[in-house]
């Protein structure tokens, strides 16, 4: 995962400046270095702002996932918990009721030995 935050970088025009200090008048040189300076300011904010949407919509996809693990997922699991639940302590009812039957028929067979053994 993680958010790829873009590097812009301008073209490199310095070395021309220099190479033609001579030839152009100071006035465009001037207008030449404001604009290298607004660009790359332009450039830095073109940077930050690509990034600030990129995490936000980084952001918006986090909430969504947040929200529907708390408003679907968890329910949905709580639900299963306790249809289990449910279900093992009704089997543990029908487990008892069966030892109960069987102690109960145990019971009578002893008694009926013991019967049959008096009366032989």
Do not use: W
């Not at 070395?15 to 607004?38: G, H, N, R, W």
């Not at 300011?41 to 940077?47: N, S």
């Not at 952001?59 to 093992?88: C, G, M, Q, W, Y």
Request: aromatic fraction near 6%; hydrophobic fraction near 40%.
């Amino acid at each position: 995962m993680g958010v790829k935050i873009p590097r812009l970088e301008g073209g490199r025009r310095e070395a021309l400046l220099t190479d033609y200090l001579l030839e152009i008048p100071v006035s465009i040189s001037e207008a030449m270095k404001a604009f290298q300076e607004v660009h790359k300011i332009v450039l830095d904010v073109a940077e930050k702002e690509t990034t600030l949407r990129k995490l936000l919509y980084e952001i918006d996809k986090t909430k969504r996932k947040a929200n529907a693990i708390e408003n679907v997922f968890i329910p949905r699991l709580e639900s299963a918990v306790k249809f289990i639940t449910f279900r093992l302590e009704e089997m543990e009812r029908d487990t008892f009721a069966m030892l109960k039957t069987v102690k109960r028929k145990m019971e009578e067979r002893e008694k009926n030995v013991e019967v049959e053994v008096i009366a032989n």
